[in-house]
């Protein structure tokens, strides 16, 4: 009888959905370039806010109006995708770096800020939840 | 008969589970908190920017093995963690703002990605993909 | 009598020393193109922000040896000075635009510095001020 | 005859005033607290992105009639000058310790870019040199 064929990380599989399946994604193509060897925590974080600054930059000296009329050109707006994924895909790959368990993570901060921004005190505030002052 | 309840944000609902649930769950948190209309996107643009940079912070003048010693540490590996999730639900909100699918445009880059970085030429090389020169 | 001419702006003039003259010749720059326009405060901090990481971009991926034997090459030490210049162009534009006097602010923040971090207890400690628990 | 005591970093100088004082003084700073030995070139490149975050937290969420509002605060615009100077302090110790004559990196800077924006183009244009398109 024949072996079947190893799982390759080529192989066709199933489109990503979870959030945890796009983590491992993400992870895929870090190893198949053996790349993790460059990933250090810190790098990882710079890299971060590198793409956090190009995403920044397609917005600069705009008012929010010609941002908008900006973002109804598809290219554009693809142009902007592709900055904000590549924000969380390093975010991914800095959670999968040090063990963490982004979708957990996510859940944690959400239950958190819903402590520190109850909807009675906060709704239509932008203020910060320390000049909240719920007492 | 009874009318089912009307389904309130608030409701329990089954933990967020798919990179769109995710989403959803985080643009809920804004909408019960009628945050939206502070949510331009130049402005959520930068709180990614803002949260990237907290999240160096943790790791600001530390040498490769202490941040790795640090992160043995549960309460600060759990700090690091926040700021992680921080980014990812900045990005999402920014995504949702715009009509962007996040996991459509994280499909697409790893796509595109690959075509940039074949395995081949990327292998074990931090250059970046205009210096690769794969001809 | 003959009128002198009205000093341009193109004219030739001192090169700047003072920090209050490399201020004014940034100022210039901006005028002489009309530009005051679009440098709103948030879009000046973003671009002072965008800059920082176009620096960090420089050192990415790389050791702090590897970072270090890439400066001894004249031509990418010149590349980071100019991202370090553009950083502090838009810092100065940033000031301009605020009224705020640049010297000034650095001077007062050098004097509160020194009290934050006291030589005897910050002296070969890489903690904040926070922690220096000098109490 | 009494020996005039020796220049300490302490002493009592004249204020800075020339921006290569003020690069000296902020050396001095650093070296009263022997802090050198953490300002690896990487590090104080991400300290100069995180102060730069620090301060667009300042604006964040805000409107540009908002920012001018609370610019006229004096306790607020305080508090803006300190970020600005934070960043221009680390730029100027990221240029002390690659050997980086800030003066000169800024007035090269400012030529070059006299060059890429000319004038008669860039006047009154938000557009990048690269879209300028003075053939």
Redesign the interface.
């Known amino acids: 009888m024949k072996k079947p064929p190893a799982k390759r990380s080529?192989a066709r599989r199933q489109?990503?959905?979870?959030?945890a399946e796009?983590v491992a994604?993400?992870g895929r193509?870090r190893d198949?370039?053996?790349?993790a060897?460059?990933h250090?925590?810190?790098?990882l974080?710079?890299?971060?806010?590198?793409e956090?600054?190009?995403?920044?930059?397609?917005?600069?000296?705009?008012t929010?109006a010609e941002?908008?009329r900006d973002?109804a050109d598809a290219a554009r707006?693809a142009g902007?995708?592709?900055e904000?994924?590549?924000?969380?895909?390093f975010?991914m790959l800095?959670?999968d770096r040090?063990g963490?368990d982004?979708?957990e993570?996510?859940?944690?901060?959400?239950a958190?800020?819903?402590k520190k921004?109850p909807?009675k005190l906060?709704?239509?505030s932008?203020r910060k939840y320390t000049e909240l002052g719920g007492g």
Do not use: C, H
């Open positions: 080529g489109p990503p959905t979870t959030l796009f994604a993400v193509f198949d370039r053996d790349w060897q460059f250090k925590p810190k790098d974080a710079a890299a971060i806010a590198i956090a600054a190009e995403l920044q930059e397609r917005f600069l000296w705009k929010d941002v908008d973002l707006k902007v995708a592709e904000i994924a590549d924000v969380v895909m975010a800095l959670s040090l963490i982004l979708a993570a996510i859940a944690a901060k959400l958190a800020n819903a921004y909807v906060a709704r239509g932008a």
